[in-house]
């Protein structure tokens, strides 16, 4: 390596370096492969999506073509059987690229991780373990032969998406399946997604609503009674189309069980980490916002003139004061992601919220110090901060951990055990 390769600031390395973070090989090439799919196919189409607020959907038919789509589902499915950790860590090179194609990826890639690794962690009787390996087959077969595309609309406008009550989308069992009514709102992916991932709960007659009779369904986009409605122009994540989903008296197949009956809340209930899938592509947001403040002010920035910036010490310490930032929100995700398990101990769990926390909160601080660091040439839309800046402050709001829930919980488990009331 020459002194000048030394100096230059390198964009082009992984956020968590093989060597240091004592990565597998293996995983390391997925990850780099990841990394290199973003830089060449994602970054490229960011804006535009972003700009006019479309599905980017030549990124999923590139995926399939490169594996991604099929990054989680298990080896002898025919999928790259990535690990819960390994896919966090390809995600977070993704979300350098484009958090919306990211964050859309996300929805889909759970759907697998799901139903395979962590399913694969859960007690189940042998006649479940049999059931859900014949069904999950199915998905897997369609997202590999035919790059089909899975999304997960949970969210509805109440309090059961943060897990407090039972989903208002119910399914009623008939002959052969289910007839789902309900509504999601941002549905990520609507409109362009194979399969919805629908959390319901199944209610018999005359039975109440309860969070145990949670079902996973896959429900066809074209199957009749499902549509798609409202305008979708927010802030930011702009490519994930995340409009409203109506289901309106839909049947849905039993062989569209994505998990057995009572598995998807005991996943929710045991394997908390589950919920630490949003996390990765603003992980990846936070890098970006630091490595495109240290190439501004180096002059260095494609697309822009090279005049350095980087003499002023009120712009050293910023960078120093974004790097501790970096480190910091770094470490204690990678630990995280590095712990996550069915059955953790509190400590692991009360971490997974802080680390959650930390992401969500720092890429959205990240993004907004380095435009005041860079200044006003770098906020302008022909550049990538400014949509990383939007971008980032979603973080926060993704239930069922939004920021103020993890606060919330962090706190109450912290002072209470589980039972605990004051007289
Ligand atoms: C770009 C984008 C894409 C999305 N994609 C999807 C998707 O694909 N699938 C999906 O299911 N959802 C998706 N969501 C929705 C997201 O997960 C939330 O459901 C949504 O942001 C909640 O909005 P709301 O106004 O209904 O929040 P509310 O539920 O009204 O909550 C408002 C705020 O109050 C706080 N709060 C809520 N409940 C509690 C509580 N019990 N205790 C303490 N504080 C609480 C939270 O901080 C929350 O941010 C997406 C959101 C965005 C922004």
């Not at 390198?10 to 799919?37: N, P, V, W, Y």
């Not at 694969?120 to 859900?132: K, V």
């Not at 849905?252 to 005991?266: A, D, I, R, T």
Request: charged share 25%; hydrophobic share 40%.
């Amino acid at each position: 390596m020459t002194p000048r390769e030394l100096d230059r600031h390198d964009t082009e390395a992984a956020i968590f370096d093989r060597a240091c973070f004592r990565l597998a090989d293996g995983d390391a090439d997925l990850i780099e492969k990841a990394k290199a799919f973003g830089a060449r196919v994602l970054a490229p189409r960011a804006a535009q999506h972003d700009r006019d607020a479309t599905f980017p959907i030549e990124n999923f038919r590139d995926m399939h073509r490169e594996g991604l789509l099929a990054i989680c589902v298990p080896r002898e499915a025919g999928g790259a059987g990535a690990s819960f950790r390994t896919y966090c860590l390809a995600a977070a090179e993704l979300g350098r690229y484009c958090g919306a194609t990211t964050l859309s990826w996300n929805m889909h890639v759970s759907s697998t991780l799901w139903t395979g690794a962590l399913a694969d962690d859960l007690d189940m009787t042998a006649e479940q373990r049999a059931e859900h390996n014949a069904r999950r087959k199915l998905h897997y077969r369609r997202i590999v032969d035919d790059g089909a595309i899975y999304s997960q609309p949970f969210s509805e406008g109440g309090a059961a998406a943060a897990g407090i009550v039972a989903f208002g989308t119910e399914a009623r069992p008939v002959d052969g399946g289910f007839v789902v009514n309900g509504k999601k709102i941002f549905a990520s992916l609507s409109g362009s997604a194979d399969y919805y991932g629908v959390l319901c709960t199944e209610r018999g007659e005359g039975e109440a609503a309860s969070r145990r009779n949670t079902i996973y369904l896959a429900i066809p986009a074209n199957a009749p009674g499902v549509s798609v409605v409202g305008d979708w122009d927010p802030l930011g994540m702009r490519g994930t189309v995340s409009r409203t989903l109506l289901l309106k008296d839909v049947f849905v197949p039993e062989q569209e069980m994505l998990m057995p009956h009572g598995v998807y809340y005991k996943a929710a209930t045991s394997w908390p980490h589950m919920f630490l899938t949003l996390s990765p592509t603003y992980m990846g947001l936070a890098q970006a916002a630091y490595d495109f403040t240290v190439s501004y002010l180096r002059g260095e920035l494609p697309g822009t003139p090279p005049v350095k910036r980087r003499m002023y010490p009120t712009k050293q310490i910023a960078v120093a004061e974004m790097r501790l930032m970096l480190e910091q929100t770094k470490a204690l995700w990678f630990q995280s992601i590095s712990e996550a398990c069915a059955n953790p101990g509190k400590d692991r769990v009360l971490r997974a919220y802080a680390a959650q926390f930390t992401v969500m909160e720092n890429a959205s601080a990240l993004a907004t110090k380095a435009i005041r660091t860079c200044g006003g040439q770098a906020m302008l839309k022909s550049l990538a901060l400014e949509r990383i800046y939007r971008d980032s402050r979603c973080g926060s709001l993704m239930l069922p951990w939004t920021a103020e829930i993890c606060l919330d919980r962090l706190g109450r488990e912290t002072l209470y055990e589980p039972g605990e009331k004051d007289e």
